[in-house]
């Protein structure tokens, strides 16, 4: 009885610590997978040309992904410049401010907002942000715009991240310990000197763990972003410009048109230059955080 | 002896909820003296001293009433501004909590709130008190490494630093040495006895060999009721209720 007991306690152990192991080597399997699809066109091509050529001609065996890669930043960037400032004040509100009455009925409104599919906020862009940048903002600043522009794409996408953002640096926030704003209170500081000098302050590595989330977050999405961001494969030379991302090039020829040369493998590359974008941010993010730790504490 | 009182508490009650907490208490505190707040835990001592920077009204369901005059002055009038009230006082938690910043910034960081700028006047107060609360020799080579690296009864020390800065005329301690080492304790207890030359001390302890040490004046709670108060050699000497010398002689604690 005893020994069958001590070999399930092995057994278990084991089988979990097998999960664990397939699962921290998914990232390098993928990565692999895609690399050796993407070998053939690697073959051929010099990756400094795929990288940094902006001419993208596939009947002809032109596969230059540079304006893919800006328009992916492009599009992340414009979103994470609205969502951080008005997600951060949210939160900062509902946390510090907010009748705990208020935060409960409004952060599980909040959270909902994350779990809407994206393909409503696709449609919900092509409806309502698209004409207004297009009928509105841009000849209000005297310019030109279809709608579908990286502004476009930008807004729909900052709507997106908010809840992420918003979830993740009230539950930071609320770790702080009351004592610590107190400490400030009580030497007469108001409640915004508060926030602003100390508490944080003290939240800073947090927040940049939830700027990181939803960051990662923007750069993958998809479905909205191939709605909305207007799919022409040049560079955008403003905001009011289409562009067209990484993750919507994928989504939306992959599978077809397959029988031109390299197509396939181009793709692929794609896939991976995506993959290892969002690592590498990832990666850089992690180090600015232990830089910050490091120094406040 | 005839003592000049700095807090006077009239009727004060506190509810947290429909839990009373404290119950209509009235008693002076004196000026420049040492002032222990004794009782078993959960007696309202917390509450008491805590009403006196009006750092209560945060908690979410109090109710207060009655008045606390500092100076002469009713805290709780509704023109009266917290952050001047809360600025009369440096408050000592149970543990320390230095802010996330370095120790050079933690004791600048009161006078800064309150608008100085000029960086000649921010390193005297700093120096100074960081002397007064004597750790300026143990971090003057190191002002600006992170607060959080010192020992826990240094950083109990910064925050008395902290909040000397800001020049209040009272010090509140919330058994100030509950999480200190025997060593680190007996400095604050150095510092204190030292410090009441120039304030008022009011400190909250359930510990009676420090209440002994410190007391001017002593202000005995029971389950939110002020039981009895007086001079210190009174009430440890020759208490006049039964429960206060049960209390004093570990009968009950």
Not at chain 1, 185 to 213: D, F, S
Not at chain 1, 214 to 236: D, Q, W, Y
Not at chain 2, 48 to 75: H, Q, T, W, Y
Request: hydrophobic share 50%.
């Amino acid at each position: 009885m005893n020994k069958k007991r001590l070999l399930k306690d092995k057994i278990a152990a084991k089988f979990m610590l097998g999960l664990v192991i397939f699962s921290g080597l998914l990232v390098f399997l993928i990565a692999f997978g895609l690399y050796y699809r993407a070998k053939p066109i690697l073959d051929i091509k010099p990756l400094g040309q795929l990288l940094f050529s902006s001419s993208w001609r596939p009947l002809r065996g032109d596969f230059g992904f540079f304006p893919f890669i800006i328009g992916t930043f492009w599009v992340t960037a414009v979103a994470i410049f609205i969502a951080v400032p008005f997600s951060l004040l949210t939160a900062v509100y509902l946390s510090e401010y907010a009748h705990k009455l208020v935060r409960e009925l409004t952060a599980p409104l909040i959270d909902l907002l994350a779990g809407i599919p994206s393909v409503i906020y696709g449609i919900w862009g092509v409806l309502v942000v698209v004409p207004l940048i297009k009928n509105h903002l841009a000849p209000f600043l005297g310019t030109f715009s279809t709608g579908y522009s990286v502004l476009s794409a930008g807004i729909v996408l900052a709507i997106m991240v908010f809840p992420v953002i918003i979830h993740v640096v009230i539950e930071v926030l609320r770790s702080i310990p009351n004592e610590l704003r107190d400490a400030s209170l009580a030497l007469g500081a108001t409640k915004w000197q508060t926030v602003k000098h100390v508490v944080l302050l003290k939240a800073l590595p947090g927040i940049v763990a939830a700027v990181v989330l939803g960051v990662s977050r923007a750069f993958g999405e998809t479905m909205a972003v191939l709605m909305i961001a207007g799919n022409v494969a040049k560079l955008p030379g403003s905001v009011f410009d289409p562009a067209y991302p990484l993750p919507a090039l994928i989504a939306n020829n992959y599978g077809e048109m397959l029988s031109v040369p390299l197509y396939d493998s181009a793709l692929l590359l794609a896939s991976l230059i995506l993959l290892v974008v969002v690592l590498g941010f990832n990666v850089l993010s992690r180090i600015i955080l232990i830089r910050i730790e490091r120094r406040i504490q | 002896m005839e003592l000049k009182t700095h807090i006077s508490v009239n009727n004060l009650s506190v509810f947290y909820g429909n839990e009373p907490a404290l119950k209509n208490v009235t008693v002076d505190i004196p000026d420049k003296k040492i002032t222990v707040i004794i009782g078993p835990s959960g007696c309202g001592k917390t509450t008491l001293l805590k009403s006196f920077n009006r750092m209560l009204e945060a908690v979410e369901g109090i109710k207060i009433s009655g008045a606390v005059l500092v100076d002469g002055e009713n805290i709780f009038d509704p023109g009266i501004e917290i952050t001047g009230v809360r600025k009369k006082m440096g408050l000592l938690s149970q543990r320390p909590y230095p802010l996330p910043m370095s120790i050079y910034d933690n004791v600048a960081y009161g006078p800064r709130i309150h608008g100085l700028k000029k960086k000649k006047e921010l390193d005297r107060i700093v120096e100074h008190y960081l002397k007064e609360s004597s750790l300026w020799e143990e971090v003057k080579d190191r002002l600006y490494t992170p607060a959080s690296k010192l020992s826990i009864g240094q950083q109990q020390r910064l925050c008395l630093a902290r909040g000397l800065a800001v020049e209040p005329e009272i010090i509140l301690g919330d058994e100030p040495t509950s999480a200190l080492d025997p060593k680190s304790s007996q400095r604050i207890e150095a510092r204190f006895l030292e410090l009441k030359k120039d304030y008022t001390i009011v400190v909250v302890t359930h510990i009676l060999r420090q209440a002994r040490r410190l007391a001017d004046y002593v202000i005995f709670l029971y389950l939110g009721e002020l039981i009895e108060h007086g001079p210190a050699n009174q009430i440890f000497d020759n208490p006049k209720q039964e429960m206060t010398r049960e209390y004093i002689q570990g009968v009950i604690s």
